[in-house]
């Protein structure tokens, strides 16, 4: 009897602290949220090892008059919400009321606030949720929130924080994510007293995303377009096909102007990728959707970091769209600028550049080279620049000029150079040096040739001699009965002999199939696991990805000018020419800029 008590009301809010304070990082969102919910065209941040003994943010925003400085600090008390239907559309980053409270009860906290047009602002100090000090205070117009000695009052929490480093670097991402968030906000970063960086406000989101990470990276982004239905606009920037990192972190999605994460955004940019990503890799993505704050719940995480879609279906496939025809649309502009006519000189001597290709002034320009000269990787440098052993280079003497591979009449777009290691096709454009791996664009041809002729009339299929039944567990079963009519499609001819016997006749003509029934297994195996967005085009294009390996030309295939020259015009006609079907990358540029930097004539 008797044993239970209410928490003392600090206790209880040092309870729910740790849902919104988790780490410093937790609270430099919520207090640049309150920045930039109180319309801040400027928030500068100063962390102090690893925002575990220090984190300041000042902001230029709205500022509170005393009273409400003094409300700001209890618990649930907030000027962005009024009433329970209010959370039906939050059109803030904040809408609970926690975060100060939360903030000073497990901290040294210290408020300065003033409105732009008041004489005098407000100070006031909590240490440890206890109100300390209340006082005028003379700042600028804006608010200052400045933590120190986060859970300094709860040992057992401060245990669980990461070495100052990660702490820190958990920090930054965050002020990254809200700086890309929101670019017409001035932001910088104060670490250890050392600038990490300075961000004037932008203009454009691409003017932030250069300011953070460099043109370089800028330039390797497509902006998203396409058109997607009215209710969701979809915008930013996602990484060119080929790009991609081996962690997360740059993979940023903002649902109205709130980076979120969200498996579903997750998958379905992926989907939108396809073959166009790396297995295991991830996207970068600087995507924004805006939609009626109505249509979102964002009530639904402590930390406000995940959200609920009313019609996660009409998201997810605005996302896939609008990422394929993104990826499309960068094609264009990078094959116009991959394409752009280069002064090649059309036969005989030239510049002095000319003279140096490997190139032979005897034969006769009809005359077709046999083989393209295959560098060995030591030669290969030398002899391109035709001061290498002469005897190296005596094959590539014996190979006659191959002229620049035209288009649409006199436009010459590229010269192939030769082939180094007898993989990597070395050509010049435009823009400089361009090798191609002769593999993996042979891949991508034949996929999408597959799969071009998977739309349109099937795959074409060879009858077995003999037919051959087979047994499965049960579930396969299902699945293959499920699929049938998309199995036909791909070219495999499969019908149902019994319970869980199905009889195979026929197989894929384009596949070298020696055993049908362990292929068909494998093909349920990895069809299986592969996807699970049944559409039959995706589940045809695995199978076809996972095939078109074995039949693309080797690595050490040697391949003649005329079937270079074929392979590179194919590759250029391909929808997504310059990764293979498995998302890696089937060229590579490198610009005469880029090499006038290694060779020290321009800094
Ligand atoms: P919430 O943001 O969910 O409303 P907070 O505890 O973060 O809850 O903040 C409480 C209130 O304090 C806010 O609703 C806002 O009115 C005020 N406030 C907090 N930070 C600032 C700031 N930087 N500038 C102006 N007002 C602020
Ligand atoms: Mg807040």
């Known amino acids: 009897m008797g044993r239970i008590r209410l928490l003392p009301e600090t206790v209880a809010s040092q309870v729910a602290a740790g849902e919104v304070v988790e780490r410093p990082a937790s609270l430099v969102k919520e207090l640049i949220e309150n920045s930039i919910d109180a319309g801040a065209g400027r928030i500068d941040i100063m962390v102090r090892r690893g925002g575990i003994s220090l984190v300041r943010v000042i902001d230029d925003g709205c500022g509170m008059d005393r009273d409400d400085a003094l409300l700001s600090l209890e618990r649930h008390a907030t000027s962005k919400i009024r009433s329970a239907a209010d959370l039906q559309a939050v059109a803030t980053l904040g809408f609970r009321g926690e975060a100060l409270p939360s903030i000073a009860s497990v901290s040294r906290f210290r408020l300065t606030t ?155 940019i992926r989907e939108g990728y396809h073959t166009a990503l790396m297995k295991g890799q991830y996207p970068v993505t600087f995507l924004f959707l805006e939609l009626d704050p109505a249509v979102v719940d964002v009530n639904v995480h402590p930390a406000k970091r995940e959200v609920r879609f009313r019609d996660p279906a009409g998201v997810r496939e605005a996302i896939v769209r609008s990422v394929q025809q993104t990826l499309e649309g960068g094609r264009a502009a990078w094959q116009k600028k991959f394409r752009a006519p280069a002064s090649f000189p059309a036969t005989g001597p030239g510049k002095a550049v000319t003279d140096l290709r490997l190139r032979s002034e005897v034969s006769a320009p009809e005359e077709l080279p046999r083989e393209l000269p295959h560098l060995g990787p030591s030669a290969a440098g030398l002899a391109v620049a035709g001061i290498g052993d002469p005897g190296r280079a005596v094959k590539a003497e014996q190979a006659p000029s191959p002229a620049p591979v035209k288009r649409d009449g006199n436009q010459q777009e590229f010269q192939i150079i030769g082939v180094l290691s007898k ?112 559409s039959a085009m995706r589940l045809g294009e695995e199978m076809i990805a996972k095939s078109v390996c074995r039949h693309a030309v080797k690595a050490n295939d040697p391949l003649r000018y005329p079937e270079l020259e074929k392979l590179i015009r194919d590759l250029l006609d391909c929808d997504l020419p310059y990764c293979c079907p498995h998302g890696r990358p089937t060229m590579i540029q490198i610009s005469l800029a880029e090499l006038e930097k290694k060779f020290g004539r321009k800094v």
């Not at 081996?246 to 999605?253: A, F, K, M, S, W």
């Not at 998977?454 to 567990?473: A, N, R, W």
């Open 114 to 268: 003033r409105e732009p047009h008041a004489i005098t602002g407000s100070e006031i100090i909590v240490n440890g949720g206890k109100l300390e000090i209340v006082r005028d205070g003379g700042e600028a117009p804006g608010t200052q929130v400045e933590v120190r000695s986060l859970f300094y009052n709860l040992p057992a929490r401060r245990k669980f924080l990461r070495s100052e480093n990660t702490e820190s670097r958990n920090i930054e991402h965050q002020i990254h994510l809200q700086a890309i968030g929101h670019p017409q906000i001035a932001f910088s970063l104060l670490r250890d007293d050392r600038v990490l960086f300075r961000l004037p406000a932008a203009a454009t989101l691409g003017d932030r995303i250069r300011d953070l990470y460099g043109i370089e990276l800028l330039e390797r982004l497509v902006e998203v377009t396409g058109t997607v239905p009215r209710k969701i606009r979809i915008g930013g920037f996602i990484g060119q096909a080929g790009l991609s990192r081996q962690t997360r972190t740059q993979q940023l999605v903002f649902v109205n102007g709130r980076a979120i994460e969200s498996s579903l955004i997750t998958a379905a």
């Open 423 to 534: 993989l990597y096709v070395l050509m010049e454009n435009a823009d400089g040096l361009v090798l191609v791996d002769q593999h993996a664009a042979h891949e991508r041809i034949l996929f999408e040739e597959l799969r071009r002729r998977m739309e349109e009339q099937g795959v074409p299929t060879q009858k077995l001699l003999l037919p051959q039944t087979f047994d499965v567990p049960p579930r396969d079963a299902d699945w293959i009965e499920g699929n049938l009519l998309i199995l036909q499609k791909m070219g495999i001819g499969i019908e149902s002999f019994g319970p869980n016997t199905f009889k195979i006749e026929s197989v894929p003509s384009f596949l070298n199939v020696s055993d049908p029934v362990q292929f068909m297994r494998k093909v349920v195996d990895d069809l299986k696991s592969a996807t699970n967005s049944a």
